[in-house]
Nanobody, 130 residues
């Protein structure tokens, strides 16, 4: 099973920034929508940002809107999450995910459900201190 590779997590003070990266050793020629999820102890995994295969559409959870920015590089099949104005409530393990998009006509679709994604990374810890 192919596993995505996240990097960039760490410890940061409240108000600081981090940039997460996701390398995707997936087969080129397929289309992939991408998403960033997070999970903290005792909570369900939730989508915080998603981007369509084309890159033309993005979605953010209300809790991160205006602070996080998702982007992608289709040439390298990679995704990024720029996180700013971090808060202690952002502390979690962050996961990158990829969804195989089989139809070119779905290149603008956004996916936010855990069950909609085919590939996952192992997660990277983000800790925000107050």
């Amino acid at each position: 099973q192919v596993q995505l590779e996240e990097s960039g997590g760490g410890l940061v003070q409240a108000g600081g920034s981090l940039r997460l990266s996701c390398a995707c050793p997936l087969r080129t020629g397929n289309g992939y929508a991408m998403g960033w999820f997070r999970q903290s102890p005792g909570k369900e995994r939730e989508c915080v940002a998603a981007i369509s295969w084309s890159g033309g559409r993005v979605w953010y959870a209300d809790s991160v809107k205006g602070r996080f920015t998702i982007s992608r590089d289709n040439g390298k099949i990679s995704a990024y999450l720029q996180m700013g104005s971090l808060e202690p409530e952002d502390t979690a393990v962050y996961y990158c995910a990829a969804n195989v998009v089989s139809s070119y006509y779905s290149r603008g679709e956004i996916y936010t459900g855990v069950h909609e994604y085919d590939y996952w990374g192992q997660g990277t810890q983000v800790t925000v201190s107050s």
